[in-house]
């Protein structure tokens, strides 16, 4: 079946950086675009950025660009989120989700999320 | 942007109940519109894709309609493990953007 397991987050001072993972499993990984989507704590879900199946194409909400950056590695069949100059509003739970084709369509799976909290 | 309004922001239904919820998108989509549910402390869940159809394994009292800019999400006979909030999200154009979600209760 099909699993995406998160990792990376933590707690992160105003201005720093963390690199989020999205290990997945159960599907060929390189054949699917990937998403990152964020949720803010008693918010709504914010989408974050997205890669295509073979990383040539790659999207970003307005209010990360310049910051985050998504790449994936398909022979790790892992995607990643680099996020710098973090600020209160970034924190979130960060999503990873599964793109049903290899452009975009709609997220049909989802991890469990990873927490980044930025703090001083 | 692409807005996506959802309305009621709640809502409170007894087990049996029909509900529903709407979706109204700022421009026209087409059917690029999907729905989600997430309960408390879990990652959101497909449960209907462009517009209209069941995600895999979701139960046939979930239906959804609308193309253009309204859209509805029904719940024909509400159960108690259907308690959670949902999500409409539009997949037409970059941004995707989500509506504010309907807290079911």
């Known amino acids: 079946q099909v699993q ?117 | 942007d692409i807005q996506m309004t959802q309305s009621p922001s709640s809502l409170s239904a007894s087990v049996g109940d029909r509900v529903t919820i709407t979706c109204r998108a700022s421009q026209r989509i087409s059917s690029y519109l999907n729905w989600y549910q997430q309960k408390p402390g879990k990652a959101p869940e497909l449960l209907i894709y462009s517009a209209s159809n069941l995600q895999s394994g979701v139960p046939s009292r979930f239906s959804g309609s609308g193309s253009g800019t309204d859209f509805t999400l029904t719940i024909s006979s509400l159960q108690p493990e259907y308690i959670a909030t949902y999500y409409c999200q539009q997949s037409y154009s970059v941004p995707f953007t989500f509506g504010g979600g309907t807290k079911l209760e």
Request: contains cysteine; proline residues 2%; aromatic residues 14%.
């Open chain 1, 4 to 120: 995406l397991v998160e990792s990376g987050g933590g707690v992160v001072q105003p201005g720093g950086s963390l690199r989020l993972s999205c290990a997945a499993s159960g599907f060929t990984f390189s054949n699917y675009g990937m998403h990152w989507v964020r949720q803010t704590p008693g918010k709504g879900l914010e989408w974050v950025a997205f890669m295509r199946h073979d990383g040539t194409t790659n999207y970003y909400a307005d209010s990360v660009k310049g910051r985050f950056t998504i790449s994936r590695d398909n022979s790790k069949s892992t995607v990643y989120l680099q996020i710098n100059s973090l600020g209160a509003e970034d924190t979130a739970v960060y999503y990873c989700a599964k793109d049903h084709s290899s452009k975009w369509s709609y997220f049909d799976y989802w991890g469990q999320g990873t927490l980044v909290t930025v703090s001083s």
